[in-house]
């Protein structure tokens, strides 16, 4: 730019002089328009990035921190997600990214984390289990919303919540039966027994709370060889075939039985695609880990304790607790 604005001086101060106008004259008259033209061009160009350069630097950035660690796990542009241009695929994108962030992905675990509750050990000491954790997805979408013209740091929307009794309930909770179910098994097949047994166990002086969520899956876990369980026959798509766990089945059934005689709510429960024997027609619970679970939410307002009586052939199931909650509880209902 400044070549061209030299070049117009020269031919400006080369003209000056001369009164007529000769033929290359006009010709350097038509060289300077064609200069000057050129120069505002690249004026308008120069104008032109800066105010990109200054749009950009505007742009809004939406930065969500976790509460815990302080740490940014996801940055993004709005704009760059359709905010100016489509108000409603732009909700959708950000609703997506909040359903990521609390469930998860096939790579990357989420934020929710189902209740892992508490339980009393073969020695009668406590041991600890975790709090549920949520993330709000509908307050964070409209957290983002609200944000999005401005930009900024959103803090995400964990709510934790702990297992619904009081330390010194635990001394108590096993002073009276309040529910039972008792289902009946072949002895003589020695992997479904296995695994009846080990997830019997794993149910065994588990506390349930008021307002705890209960997930066999999460409570009973993964079964694997490498924690003892064995190969039995199990159905899976109207057949019986053989794998790891087979059996398991038939606990979480005889919980499930035992359970909804309590003023509890069923979250999730499902049935079997074969009609089973050890329990009446549907009223069994099938599980698979890592997709069909057996989940209850303990609304009778009363912490419970769950007790599990295993020997060959039998199992039964049972829900305890202090005599003042079996007070209260007959009150509530």
Not at 74 to 99: C, Q, V, W
Not at 264 to 274: F, G, K, Q
Not at 282 to 306: C, E, I, K, M, W
Request: glycine content about 8%.
């Amino acid at each position: 730019m400044k070549k061209l604005i030299i070049i117009m001086v020269f031919l400006t101060v080369g003209l000056a002089g001369c009164q007529g106008k000769s033929d290359k004259e006009r010709q350097l008259e038509e060289q300077i328009k064609e200069l000057e033209q050129q120069l505002e061009e690249s004026q308008q160009q120069v104008s032109y990035e800066a105010s990109s350069a200054d749009t950009s630097e505007e742009e809004p950035v939406l930065k969500l921190i976790d509460p815990i660690t302080s740490k940014v796990v996801r940055t993004f542009s709005p704009i760059e997600l359709g905010y100016e241009m489509d108000i409603n695929a732009y909700i959708k994108e950000i609703e997506k990214l909040a359903e990521e962030l609390a469930r998860g992905t096939d790579s990357v675990p989420g934020y929710d984390k189902k209740m892992v509750l508490d339980r009393i050990d073969e020695n009668g000491q406590l041991m600890k289990g975790s709090p549920m954790v949520i993330l709000k997805e509908d307050e964070l979408v409209e957290k983002m919303i609200a944000a999005s013209d401005t930009g900024g740091e959103i803090l995400l929307p964990l709510y934790e919540t702990e297992s619904g009794y009081e330390e010194q309930d635990i001394a108590v909770l096993d002073e009276v039966k309040i529910a039972s179910f008792t289902t009946y098994f072949n002895a003589n097949e020695k992997g479904r027994n296995k695994n009846i047994e080990l997830s019997a166990k794993s149910l065994n002086n588990v506390i349930v709370g008021s307002g705890d969520h209960f997930s066999f899956n999460t409570m009973v876990g993964r079964r694997s060889e490498e924690r003892g369980y064995q190969p039995a026959k199990e159905i899976i798509n109207g057949e019986l075939v053989m794998g790891i766990g087979g059996g398991i089945c038939q606990t979480s059934s005889t919980l499930f039985n035992a359970v909804d005689k309590l003023p509890i709510t069923i979250v999730e429960r499902h049935h079997h695609s074969l009609d089973i024997g050890y329990v009446p027609k549907g009223r069994d619970a099938t599980v698979s880990y890592g997709s069909l679970d057996f989940r209850f939410q303990n609304t009778s307002g009363v912490p419970f304790l769950l007790k599990t009586v295993y020997f060959d052939g039998v199992l039964t199931v049972e829900a305890w607790t202090s005599q003042e909650y079996e007070i209260l509880l007959e009150a509530l209902q």
